[in-house]
């Protein structure tokens, strides 16, 4: 079974510091990583995403997440926090597409901007 | 494209009462999904549809039913609505390539309260 852990449901950064939202999965099969985001009352859309190629993988509007697979991390990155960056964002694992290509997600951490 | 839409925006029901949640999809994907998401839980898969003609339980598929009534479109039915079941309800569907790099496009979701 997999399953992903996002510590902190909750991070506030100052407009223009290092966001920094972690990801932790198990799974017992080489995962594929994704990172979303959801902007209130939207639906989610796709950040990011790792299918085994290059370990640092370069997303939309500036966010980049890196696979260390001895940490069992994909932990989401942008240099200079944006007010519109104020979002949720999800971290999921799937279990590829052998298997349904079933997504499983984390609880979610909602990003708040400070001017 | 319109992508993933949903129908309707918000409900609200009665204990008892019965709905469809409707979701169309005009990417010519394979695969379709419903989750559901409630706070602090991420989004939890009810039902998926690997492909027209199939459908699969998910983790939580208790108290739902599905049709995927063609390629295009997949309903979600509620048949005796339970106040457990308010969430926000989302559909998505995904093309099912190769190798697990499916991305998972998402719908503006269906808010639900069940009173």
């Known amino acids: 079974a997999q399953s992903v852990t996002q510590l902190g449901s909750h991070v506030s950064v100052s407009e223009g510091a290092l966001v920094l939202l972690r990801c932790n999965y198990s799974?017992?099969?080489?995962?594929?990583l994704f990172w979303y985001v959801q902007y209130p009352n939207q639906g989610l859309q796709l950040l990011l995403k790792?299918?085994?190629?290059?370990?640092l993988v370069k997303g939309i509007n500036g966010f980049e997440a890196e696979f260390k697979k001895s940490e069992t991390s994909f932990h989401l990155t942008k240099p200079s926090a944006h007010m519109s960056d104020a979002a949720e964002y999800f971290c999921?694992?799937?279990?590829?597409?052998?298997?349904?290509?079933?997504?499983?997600f984390g609880g979610g951490t909602r990003l708040m901007v400070k001017p | 494209n319109a992508g993933v839409t949903q129908t309707p925006k918000f409900q609200v029901l009665k204990t008892g009462q019965s709905m469809t949640l409707q979701c169309a999809q005009d990417?010519?994907?394979?695969?379709m999904y419903w989750y559901r998401q409630d706070p602090g839980m991420g989004l939890r898969l009810i039902y998926y549809?690997?492909?027209?003609?199939?459908?699969d339980k998910g983790e939580v598929p208790n108290g739902y039913n599905v049709s995927r009534l063609n390629k295009r479109e997949f309903s979600l039915r509620l048949e005796s609505a339970a106040p457990s079941q308010t969430s926000v309800y989302f559909c998505?569907?995904?093309?099912?390539?190769?190798?697990?790099?499916?991305?998972?496009?998402f719908g503006p979701g269906t808010r639900l309260t069940v009173l």
């Open positions: 998505a569907s995904s093309q099912r390539g190769l190798a697990g790099t499916d991305t998972q496009y």
């Open positions: 799974s017992s099969v080489p995962p594929y």
């Open positions: 790792y299918t085994s190629a290059a370990t």
């Open positions: 999921a694992v799937s279990d590829g597409p052998n298997a349904g290509n079933m997504l499983t």
């Open positions: 990417m010519n994907h394979n695969s």
């Open positions: 549809s690997a492909s027209e003609g199939t459908t």
